[in-house]
């Protein structure tokens, strides 16, 4: 069977603090090493759903990238386009959540495995692509990826993008104009309230969505607006469906989660809405486990949870 998803960028394991409000300026205590990357959770949700899927990127030679190795593998992940880099570690990050659910993150991606991502193999059968912004920070993703991006549209395929910004990225001219350009390529787009308040600061969600959905290609947004639920925008409707009450752990990777539910799931045959009414559920489900990886759900687990919700 073709493998009808991929992804490309980061991958990491994540060392989360077990003090709350240490900030990372003090010694204390650490759960970890999880699997981790925005690329690598998206790829492993959408195959825990039952897509067929396969991820690009680099990791060291080393017992974190061999963790991160076998939990894609385990989960139906192709990893066999993954590099395994001699004399580079795999990349790392440390995280530290605050009393008011805001967190701090220190990453080690530059000199690591973890910016070294190189394509090879690409398919001449259509496939769907899915980029999440963030790792267009990483030079290696950002030179090839407007190349990728025509190769997939030249070849029959498709472009899903999470923005998932970040404020030193919009900062970059260069960035945020491949940003745009990758935008007005998707054909699908899962933006968060504050991806769309950086990428157009001067424009309400209600506007940024209508220019979202005026690009050539896009036909579909996927807002994720936290505890206010997410919202199906299509040029001819608009379905809410409202958030889950849970109590949240661990909040890193959510989004993630909730995409590759709804793209594995729009892949394997399903419609947008019970595609968006699992995602919804599957990033609830997410945030109650410490682990960016640890709570992706299977479809048997999603469709239980919102059974009993």
Known sequence: ?????????????????????????????????????????????????????KIYGSIGN?????????????????????????????GTAHVSYFSDKSRVFIF??????????????????????????????IDSVR????????????NGGKICCDPNMRKELTASLEIKKILIKVLEQSEIIMPS??????????????????KLLNNEKTNMIVLKMGELGVKLITKNEEIKFPAYVVKEIDPTGAGDCFCGTFIGMMDIGYDAQTAVEYANAAGAIHVTNQGAMENNP?????????KNN
């Open 193 to 210: 309230l504050e991806d769309l308040e950086l990428l157009y600061p001067n424009l309400t969600t209600e506007q940024s969505c209508y």
């Open 298 to 306: 299977t479809i048997e687990e999603i469709a239980q949870f919102i």
């Open 143 to 154: 030179k090839n990826l407007l190349d990728l991006c025509s190769y997939t549209i030249r």
């Open 62 to 90: 080393d017992i974190f990238g061999e963790s991160l190795i076998n939990r894609l593998k385990n989960d139906g992940v192709d990893t066999t386009d993954i590099q395994k880099l001699e004399g580079m570690s795999t």
């Open 108 to 137: 080690h991606i530059e000199g690591s495995a973890a910016e070294q991502v190189t394509l090879s193999n690409l398919p001449k059968e259509p496939f769907m692509l899915h980029i999440s912004c963030a790792s267009v920070g």
């Open 1 to 53: 069977m073709c493998i009808r998803d991929r992804t490309l960028g980061e991958l990491i394991v994540e060392f989360v603090s077990n003090e709350i409000d240490c900030g990372l300026k003090k010694i204390t205590t650490f759960s970890g090493p999880f699997p981790s990357g925005a690329p690598a959770i998206f790829i492993n949700q959408a195959s825990k759903v039952g897509a067929k899927t």
